[in-house]
């Protein structure tokens, strides 16, 4: 036999089935890193939206102190609402430019109070302009989907009386 030729033995069916297991082990550490990521940009997009709900919340009554305590700001020069506050100077309700809320008799007095405060914000949660609202107790409470593996639901909720501002993943 020639010593500059050599053999080669192609791999065997055990090397193929160490390789698809090793990339198989490495396809499913990939897929858990990307849910794990994926659920904590959606809890930091849920806290983002609740901070500037306060945010707007604040700003709504620092221009009741400045304007002298009105019953009613009026709305901006760009923005459809007017916002009706209460007499401790936090938004209760939304009204159309003409101080009330006939023009928005579609929506309930959380979304236009979503609206009204979020009207210069595009951040939204799962592409929803208007998250799912309700009334309960006197609170708005905005719910959003879930997302990744876990599913977990976001509520954020606002309360008129205090102008509180709490959210939840749960």
Not at 34 to 50: L, P
Not at 56 to 76: C, D, M, T
Not at 106 to 134: F, K, M, N, V, Y
Not at 144 to 170: C, H, L, M, W
Request: aromatic share 10%.
């Amino acid at each position: 036999m020639n010593p500059s030729i050599r053999s080669f033995e192609s791999p065997g069916l055990f090397h193929f089935s160490l390789v698809v297991m090793a990339l198989s082990f490495l396809l499913w550490i990939l897929l858990r890193s990307i849910s794990s990521i994926i659920d904590d940009a959606y809890e930091t997009q849920v806290r983002a939206t609740a901070m500037s709900l306060q945010r707007a919340v604040l700003g709504a009554r620092e221009q009741w102190f400045v304007q002298g305590k009105p019953g009613v700001i009026p709305p901006p020069p760009h923005g459809p609402y007017a916002l009706l506050m209460s007499a401790a100077g936090w938004p209760l309700d939304a009204l159309a430019g003409d101080h009330n809320s006939a023009g928005a008799e579609s929506l309930s007095r959380c979304q236009r109070l979503w609206q009204a405060l979020l009207q210069d914000q595009t951040l939204t949660l799962q592409g929803q302009d208007i998250p799912q609202a309700e009334s309960r107790d006197g609170q708005c409470i905005y719910r959003f989907p879930g997302v990744g593996d876990q599913g977990k639901n976001a509520e954020i909720e606002y309360t008129p009386s205090r102008g509180r501002i709490n959210y939840f993943i749960r």
